[in-house]
């Protein structure tokens, strides 16, 4: 059955309306009912009663002829019963119940034995009655006469027809009174639903409805019209909020990008303009050591070995600075990224420029991310000379690379057996400048894995490390999962 023939999906008019025509109809029913029967019972009851009139006039006319058994008299008493077009049969009876005369109708019914007491009454199409003659308080003899009720049927039927008409045509009057009044109720209920969809699809506050007196639906209609008010008022009042907060997130946004902006160029001018003066150092101190080394004693060559130390590490930092403002600046160019080729490629330029340590490379094959090769390979490079260096005091390097798919991520996991670090201080591993370990024990900017954390950031990914006891460091490195299609 389609929805839409449900009585909970009926508007409210039509089973209002329904309602009354039901009620209506049953009580009309009812009466008309009420009407038909006692009409019916009112019907046999005068038929009967003048049926028994009939009886005792000929029943008293005819008592002397009986008692002189006179069949003529009898005969002409009866007769006159011919006028009488629904009488269809008169039997009478001497005393000894034996049949004096009959008038037969239409319908030739021989007359009953009184052997045994006939039926009298209503019986089928039928009224019949047996009364005794009386003369003198004597029973003289028995009189009995059946009558059609053809007539009877015939008004009743009547009665019924005119009944249900008048019934119908009121009910009509009822369909029609019924639906102008049942706006009254309707009308107020079905605005206030159209006034609510319109509320919840438009999210127009301004909606009101009419108000239709002091009853229980007017004060529906006024406790409606101050719900939505209130909601119209608060509504309001956050949408101020919002454009308030709005306008205060993008001034702290446009004042925080300048200030980005200009860190990061007073970054990058005095990474450059550092260098000059550094490379000065340098170039002067070499040629100071090559042209003036046998005029220097132990104590100077030391001082000059410094020298030159220093400007080798200060030339890591100006280029580690550089790193960092070139990953936070530079423009995405996002594509597909075979990071395990990638990761090969940085351990064969490794494996080239460092020691000879033994090493054990592990990466697992057809790892791809989703990002800029360019910044990707800054990260990877990073975290592999990290690993590099960290475990070049070991006799055997191992360092393994895998990855671990999920439904919307995919995390890189890179893992050494180098001498990993103290987990108390795991928060300050990614901020810039923090080392935790001293440069006579490695050596280092403290830049490189504060690049690293800017890079997968850039990706909308996270990175996090641990270290195990005695088991080297591993750093996880989280991205969003690359589409495969």
Known sequence: MSERWRWQY????????????????????????????????????????????????????????????????????????????????????????????????????????????????????????????????????????????????????????????????????????ASRLQRLISEPI????????RISHEHDYSIRVPVYGKDELGRLGSAFNEMIGTIQDQNQKILQSKDDLERTVAERTSELSLANRELEAFSFSVSHDLRQPLRAIEGFGQALEEDCREQLNDVGLDYLARIRAATVRMGSLIDGMLVLSRVSRQAMEV?????????????????????????????????????????LRIAFQNLLENAWKYTSKNEKRAIDVSACEELNSITIALKDNGVGFDMKYVDKLFVAFNRLHTPAQFSGTGLGLATVDRVVRRHFGRVFAESPIDSGACFYLEFPRPDRG
């Open 190 to 197: 079905v605005e206030l639903s159209n006034a609510a969809d």
């Open 10 to 177: 009926w508007p409210l008019k039509t089973k209002l309306l329904l309602l009354t025509v039901s009620i209506s109809t049953l009580g009309i029913l009812l009466v008309c009912t009420s009407l038909v029967v006692v009409e019916n019972r009112t019907s046999e009851e005068q038929l009967e009663s003048e049926l028994h009139v009939i009886a005792d006039i000929l029943a008293e006319q005819s008592a002397a002829a009986l008692l002189f058994e006179d069949s003529q008299q009898i005969n002409t008493i009866i007769s006159s019963l011919n006028q009488i077009n629904t009488i269809e049969q008169v039997c009478v009876y001497n005393v000894a119940g034996d049949l004096m005369s009959a008038l037969n109708g239409t319908g030739y019914e021989p007359c009953p034995s009184l052997d045994a007491e006939p039926e009298v009454g209503f019986v089928g199409d039928y009224y019949r009655l047996l009364e005794p003659v009386m003369l003198d308080g004597d029973i003289v003899g028995q009189f009995y006469l059946m009558s059609r009720l053809e007539v009877l049927r015939e008004h009743i039927w009547t009665f019924i027809v005119i009944s249900f008409s008048v019934g119908i045509g009121i009910l009509g009057l009822l369909i029609w009174v």
């Open 335 to 375: 594509e597909r990224v075979d990071l395990s080729t990638m990761l090969a490629e940085i351990v064969e330029e490794l494996q080239d420029t460092v020691d000879t340590l033994p090493s054990e490379v592990t990466i697992q094959p057809d790892m791809q991310v989703v990002g800029d090769e360019r910044m």
